[in-house]
């Protein structure tokens, strides 16, 4: 028994480690709602701070940044909980459509593919001139849309944010967004500043510091 131990533990870290990646806090409202538009100064700066620290720290993080930055924030929550609860409906923004949407906005222009390769069985029925085939489209895919494609425009670019539906009810980043998308990495942290940036990132960080610390 004692041999196993240890055997155990190594699956224990590996397990977690590999479910902590990528995933985003679910206990923590406040900090799930605003992870995407965080710093990662931020970030780290919350996970130390007490709960009363954190508190403060909620209140410090929009101080921060100029009054239309909540304003932009609040509508843009209040879209994706109408839109996307679908999805997720403890916490809609915690879906792919809704963090590129929270970072970015609208985009420029939505295309759609659709699904046209219906699954039909053909069965043949009696009539009055004889025999007839039909078409059965009891199995038919009721999810017309398989793909939605964001358009944004970057400078003189566009970039291109692919979409795939996984039933019953989810739409999942592709992979191949990532694939000849250079400008995807700029145009985030291009909007993150536009639409969410800091005034006075010293003074602002100085402030941090002094919040109770665990």
């Known amino acids: 028994m004692k041999k196993s131990i ?14 902590g990646v990528g995933m985003l806090p679910s206990k923590d409202s406040w900090y799930a709602k605003h992870y995407f538009i965080m710093h990662d ?6 996970k130390k701070l007490t709960d009363a620290g954190r508190l403060q720290f909620q209140t410090l993080f929009w ?10 924030f609040d509508t843009r929550i209040a879209y994706i909980e109408r839109v996307f609860k679908t999805e997720n409906r403890s916490q809609p923004w915690n879906t792919d459509r809704a963090r590129v949407y929270l970072l970015n906005g609208s985009p420029a222009s939505i295309d759609y593919r659709q699904n046209t390769d219906w699954v039909t069985n053909t069965v043949n029925q009696p009539g009055r001139s004889g025999t007839q085939q039909i078409s059965d489209r009891s199995n038919e895919d009721i999810q017309a849309n398989t793909a939605e494609i964001w358009v944004y425009p970057y400078d003189k670019y566009f970039v291109y944010y692919i979409f795939t539906f996984s039933p019953p009810n989810t739409w999942k980043l ?6 000849n998308n250079q400008y995807l990495q700029a145009l985030e942290n291009l909007n993150k500043d536009l639409t969410y940036g800091i005034v006075d990132e010293a003074a602002y960080k100085a402030k941090l510091e002094a919040l109770p610390h665990k």
């Open 41 to 46: 100064f931020e970030r780290e700066a919350y």
């Open 63 to 72: 101080e921060a940044r100029q009054p239309v930055a909540k304003e932009n």
């Open 174 to 179: 592709n992979p191949s967004t990532y694939q």
């Open 6 to 19: 240890p055997f155990l533990l190594v699956l224990v870290f590996v397990f977690s480690a590999a479910c």
